[in-house]
Structure formats: structure tokens, C-alpha cells
């Protein structure tokens, strides 16, 4: 199996320029594995790296689709097959960063679900939706597979919808197809780094990154969005950040309460983001200033066999 490097971890740990740092040092080039990032036009709300980090290294499978355009975890795997397939054609190390646990794993092991879903299903969903609002769908998931419920944001209408029709067409909640599935076998040999601190020190940096967002006027990003016809319902639309400031331009919260919300429901994700990680024994735990560690280990899975 081809080998990969993979840096994860929760938001604003640190995980861009560590990476970057590596990347240079292995020869490599970074695969996002990031759910947002993946978006054109929303780069303050989302961290994204600036033009001077992505000329440093190469990265992929960033800023490239329209926020008004779906991307599920099946199409990232394929998108990112393809990356490292090209990459090692050059003779360079792939290198994985993100904090979305549910993408990488995905790309480690595959995914589930090998039907084609129930598209009359998906469109009786989808106008429910329309008729009665995300969280009537939302509600109605917790009350028929409370585990998923408690995976999926009540605003991630994809994924609500997705749930139920799994639930629907098999009989079977997609969350115990995901328990039993467990996503085996291994599609490559990977060294997994995770970067954490703690956990003070990383709300402070959670609400300090919040501040720097919106003193770069994230506010203004979104209403650069909803010029262009992206609507707040997106998908995109509602995730942390741009959710918060779609309430605060269109339901009328104060900017203080927006901060406020901002970085609480940050700092949750945070928490969710560890618990993922914290699921995976194969992963390395290290602090995002242990380069030198990082660059050891590194170097001896490059060099070693693959039995």
C-alpha cells in the first residue's frame, strides 16, 4: 500500500504551519482534508492557508467548488485518490491535513455504504424539508437514531436527510452500519500525527482566532456571499462563522452576542473533533511546536518496509 502522512486535530491547534514545516522537510505536498475549506470564496471563516502558505507548498483539494455545490465524504475519497496518485507519480510524499475526522477516515478505510441511494426518497426528504423546516427533519432523526443525532448538527440538513433515508430504504440506522462496518480494511499505510495542547491554551487560541476573524471582517465576507446569490440556507452557509453572522445580519443578534456564540460553539467543535481522534489507537499524540519529533518519526516510516 502506498504510504501517506496524515496531520489532524481540533481547530486553531496549529495544524497549517506545522504541516507546511513538514511538507518542506519530507518533500511533500498537503491533501486538505478539511469540509470547509474545500469552498471558493470563504476563506476567513474558515482558516483557509493564505497565497504565501500555499506557495510554500502545494496544497490540493482546497478552494476549488462553489459553496452552493454538495461534497460528501465519497466524493472526497475519490478526489483525493486521485491527488496522491499524481503525487507519487512525482516521487512526493502526500501529506493530509485537516480536522475532519469522518474524511480521513473515509480515506483510510473506505466507506460503508455500497448501495446507491433511494433518489424518490431523498426527494420526498428534501421537500419535507422545504415544508416544514431543517429541525422538524432534525427531530424526527433524534427521535429514530439518536447516536447519528448526536454526530450530526441539527443544521446540516445533507446529513439529517441522508440518515433518514438510510433508515427509511434498510430498515437499519446508518449509525449501526457504521458500527458494524468499522470501516475496514486499511486502503493505505499511513503515520498519523494528532496536535493538541492544553485545553486552556487552546480556547484561548480558539478565541483568539475568533477576534483576528473578525477584526479581518468575516462579516463583510458573508455579505460579499449573499451579493453573489449564496444563500444563508446553503449548506456551506451554515457552518460555524457563517452561520453566526447570517443571524447576526439577518435576526437581528447583537455583534457581541455573535462573538460570544461564535467562539462557544468553536470551542465545542473543538471538544467533538477530540473525542474523533481520541476513537483512533493508531494515532500519534503530539504539541504543535514538537516539529523536530514529528520530522524523526517521519523520516523512519518513510524509510521503513511495509510488511
Known sequence: MKKIIIICGPTAVGKTSFAIHLAEKCNGEIIGADSMQIYKYMDIGTAKPDMDERQMVPHHLIDFLDPDKDFDAGQYVAHADSVIEE??????????VGGTGFYIKALMHGLFRERTADKSVL???????????NLALYEKLAMLDPE???????NDSFRVIRALEVLEVTGKTISSYQNQHGFTPQRYTALKICLNMERSLLYHRIEKRVDQMMSQDLVNEVRALLRMGYSC??????????????????????FDETVRLLKRDTRRYAKRQLTWFRNDRDIIWMEPWETKRAIEAISGFLLSVVS
Open 233 to 254: 440556507d446553503l449548506k456551506a452557509m451554515q457552518s460555524i462563522g457563517y452561520r453566526h453572522v447570517c443571524e447576526y445580519l439577518n435576526q437581528g443578534v447583537s
Open 123 to 133: 426527494d420526498r426528504l428534501e421537500k419535507e424539508k422545504e415544508e416544514r423546516g
Open 87 to 96: 503525487l507519487y507519480s512525482r516521487s512526493k510524499v502526500p501529506v493530509v
Open 148 to 154: 447519528s443525532a448526536l454526530r450530526i448538527h441539527p
